[in-house]
């Protein structure tokens, strides 16, 4: 009981000093630890990498920083406290190619993306698999697209929610083959990857160290990465350029931001400290248990980044159709 | 098959270290399973960083005895207060609870934790022998199967629902009413949240089961004319005599086998356990005391389902890499960032962690036993604290758990709301625990009606032309032609029906 109280009056107390504290100075900072919130639950890829940069943060500031796990609404809920959170450098954003240049397309939110937050640098990237059950009888992504073409709207893949990494990069074979799989949504690659090898639904992209073990047994056949070069994991696999589909080339990130007004000294110390995290062997290996590859990026490339992935998301969104009311 | 591997999975999870953590773990989740709010979930998100330093098995032995732990804490409120800690010990609290009242409370706790331990130790047999073929289960049932298992399942709590069976399925569609708020899986579409973010996920079990059990039964019990206080009976053995343990062997027995079996399908496992369990416990009781007015049967039942079904989770988890509830998703994260990845090859390729997990189970439970025999001593006398100072005391509590969950204060505002409805529908007559059911179970309906008509391009047909999913729909609707022949009507149980204020 006592345990229970202690968390709380923690978690109170640190919001509390969070919200009190007046503007410290930039030459300072930090002078309490640091917030970092996290739009997505705990134990997942997200919030893994961001633990692990928070981790190496607290060691190069000299500050603990301490991850904020603020969930719910796709992620926008965490993005929406932090566009909110005073721009001081003591709350910062670690959010992912979904929260940051999907959701604008598909919800109406109070914020902007590009306006509210500064990028700092971008922290993770991972490819995805497209894998299909092998009753299908497909051996490459030219035969699915030839068996896709002979039946339109017969086939169907899992997505793991509406705007997920997992459905945007079947949207983009869909329009770049000129195919129409549909989506069956699930609520996450793993329920979806199941329903896959049960032979419920027919493929589904997923993050290739979870689908390793299935692809080995011959539970599922793997057809292409997403990526334009090879997935480590996966050297036999061919990239979606190579087996056919020319132009095709997405992975998904993660990426550090700050509330738009957060001092630029602060912006370039946390950038400089992330690079330097994310250079790290033992991160780059704890990364890869993950299936996470260590990328970082300085603030610009990140904005550019964002800008270009806000723009082709858009395109796909509208030209596929998706909606949210 | 390989009881050779079970023992390797003991001698490793009685290594000091492993019974350590085995320790620790059961005690937080005591601990922090004991009052409403801070849940299982949080303490262990917290508690992840800390993990990345232990070893994979020592993670995961320190995580899952926060699990069992926090889901016995949680059906120490459920006895105590009647606040439900989650889906799984709703319904320990109807017996439970009135167990306490009549100043059985230590019975009942004893009962919840003994039913708990003879679960675990056959469900982690069971896993030893069959883990593989079982996971094979998981594998079978689509979109069609979830839906027509947790038709059966709705369908069924009306029917054995004591009060009207209008009411009762009022209850229930009321539940999954109001489980429809939040963002639609499928669209993305924000529906009844009346642009409120903090609602975009919808209501979370806490605030209902707070504000509607807990929040509710203080009013209705200040409300109440007589004596307040919470035991209006002499206390009595804090232990159960020889004749309550022969009683409760056979529903113990009966509740493992359920929880086993339904522990196997991610999702809907734990919480259909404990309604099955208890369902399936009313065709067999009988005697003058009955099921919903504080039979002993009615707690071990459920609690050793719900524990069966919380150990049985653990194989689509491991081998499938599906997670049954968030907790189970935070697992996997442990695992993974120690660079063990769920999936078919999980037994083969560390069959350490694998059986050393499963004997740490059973070890955890008997840790359980221990750990909380003595302290029955201590919640009974807490029930003992004259009710004006334990009311505002659990109102405190109830509140500050349910903006510590979240820190919003709009669910402060809901459980407030949910409290007066609680109330209201005790007046009425109404059973909240069939809305409950809906609440818990609602979202998976709709989920798996929906999936299933996408798969099948809206055509019904899918539910009938696979053999599973017909064979559940047909039970189905026998159970509810049952419910309308008279003499059946008669025979209907009391499953769900609350006992009237003292």
């Known amino acids: 009981m006592n345990r229970r109280h202690a968390l709380m009056a923690l978690a109170i107390a640190s919001l509390a000093v969070t919200g009190t504290a007046g503007a410290a100075s930039a030459q300072s900072w930090p002078t309490k630890p640091v917030v970092m919130v996290v739009p997505f639950a705990p134990g997942g890829a997200t919030d893994v ?38 721009p001081d450098g003591y709350t910062l954003l670690f959010a992912t190619m979904g929260t940051l240049t999907t959701n604008p397309h598909l919800y109406k939110e109070t914020f902007d993306v590009q306006k509210d937050l500064v990028p700092i640098s971008k922290t993770f990237e991972v490819d995805h698999v497209l894998v299909v059950k092998p009753s299908l009888g497909v051996n490459s992504i030219q035969e699915l697209v030839a068996l896709a073409k002979s039946k339109p709207g017969e086939l169907t893949y899992g997505s793991a929610g509406i705007g997920s990494s997992v459905q945007m990069f079947a949207v983009m074979l869909n329009m770049m083959a000129g195919i129409d799989v549909r989506q069956v949504p699930y609520k996450g690659s793993a329920e979806a990857r199941v329903a896959v090898v049960g032979g419920e639904i027919d493929m589904v992209m997923d993050s290739p160290p979870s689908a390793l073990a299935q692809i080995r047994s011959g539970a599922l056949k793997a057809l292409a990465v997403t990526n334009d070069k090879r997935n480590e994991t996966l050297p036999d696999v061919p990239t979606m350029a190579e087996a056919g589909i020319t132009g095709y080339a997405a992975s998904a990130w993660g990426a550090l931001l700050a509330p738009a007004g957060t001092p630029q000294p602060i912006v370039d110390r946390l950038a400089t400290a992330t690079r330097k995290v994310l250079a790290d062997p033992a991160v780059i290996e704890k990364y890869k248990k993950t299936g996470l590859g260590a990328v970082s990026s300085s603030p610009e490339e990140l904005r550019a980044l964002i800008a270009a992935d806000t723009k082709r998301w858009g395109d796909m969104v509208k030209a596929a159709g998706i909606k949210v009311e | ?153 709705l369908i069924a709590s009306v029917t054995l629902a004591h009060g009207s069976v209008p009411k009762s399925l009022a209850m229930v569609i009321v539940g999954i009413m109001l489980s429809m708020v939040g963002t639609d899986l499928y669209t993305g579409t924000r529906r009844l949240t009346f642009g409120e973010r903090s609602l975009a996920d919808g209501i979370s079990f806490v605030v209902i089961s707070v504000g509607i059990f807990g929040l509710g039964e203080v009013i209705r019990t200040i409300g109440a004319p007589t004596d307040r206080d919470l035991i209006t009976a002499k206390v009595q053995g804090l232990f159960p005599t020889r004749a309550q343990f022969r009683q409760m062997a056979a529903p113990i027995l009966r509740g ?5 079996l339904l522990g196997l399908l991610p999702g809907a496992g734990a919480t259909l356990s404990s309604f099955a369990a208890y369902a399936a416990e009313k065709r067999f009781v009988r005697g003058p005391h009955k099921l919903g007015h504080g039979a002993i049967e009615g707690v071990a039942a459920p609690e050793a389902a719900n524990n069966a079904a919380a150990q049985t989770s653990f194989i689509p988890m491991l081998t499938l890499g599906l997670p049954a509830n968030p907790v189970m998703a935070l697992m996997i994260g442990a695992l993974v960032i120690q660079g063990i990845r769920p999936g078919p090859n999980v ?21 359980l036993v221990v ?11 807490l029930l003992r604290i004259p009710y004006r100072y334990l009311a505002p005391a659990i109102v405190a509590l109830c509140v500050m758990g349910v903006y510590g969950t979240a820190f919003s204060v709009a669910e402060v505002w809901l459980i407030t709301g949910f409290a007066a409805f609680g109330y209201a529908l005790y007046r009425f007559g109404f059973e909240p625990a069939p809305l409950l059911m809906g609440f818990v179970l609602g979202p998976l309906l709709e989920e798996q009606l929906r999936r299933a008509l996408i798969i099948s391009k809206g055509s019904p047909l899918i539910f009938v032309e696979r053999p599973i999913s017909a064979a559940l729909l047909a039970l189905s609707v026998l159970v509810l032609a049952a419910m309308m022949l008279p003499r059946l009507r008669r025979r209907r149980a009391t499953v769900f029906q609350e006992p009237e204020a003292i």
Do not use: H
């Open chain 2, 1 to 153: 098959m390989d009881m050779s591997q079970l023992a390797l999975g003991f001698a490793a999870a009685l290594t000091p270290e492993s019974l350590f953590y085995c320790f620790l773990g059961a005690f937080l989740g005591t601990a922090i399973g004991v009052l409403p709010g801070i849940g299982a979930t949080a303490t262990i998100a917290l508690l992840l960083p800390i993990t990345l330093s232990l070893g994979p098995l020592s993670a995961i032995i320190m995580l899952s005895g926060i699990y069992y732990g926090s889901q016995y804490g949680g059906s120490t409120t459920a006895i105590l207060i009647r606040i439900p800690g989650e889906g799984s010990s709703v319904v320990t609290a109807i017996d439970g609870y009135r167990m306490a009242q009549r100043g059985e409370a230590g019975v009942a706790l004893a009962t919840a934790a003994i039913g708990s331990v003879v679960a675990g130790s056959f469900a982690t047999l069971l896993i030893g022998a069959l883990a593989l073929p079982l996971s094979a289960v998981a594998l079978k049932f689509g979109a069609p199967e979830y839906f027509a298992l947790i038709t059966l399942g």
């Open chain 2, 347 to 367: 037994i083969s390729a560390n069959p350490t962690l694998f059986w050393g997990l499963v004997a740490s189970m059973w070890i955890g439970n008997l840790i």
């Open chain 2, 256 to 260: 493992t086998a359920i929880g086993s």
């Open chain 2, 371 to 381: 750990l909380n025999l003595p302290l029955i001593r201590l919640w009974v006398m």
């Open chain 1, 49 to 86: 990498s961001a633990r692990l940069v928070a981790e190496g943060l607290s060691k190069e500031l000299g500050q603990s920083v301490v991850v904020e796990n603020r969930t719910g609404a796709a992620g926008n809920i965490g993005v929406a406290y932090a566009v909110g959170a005073r």
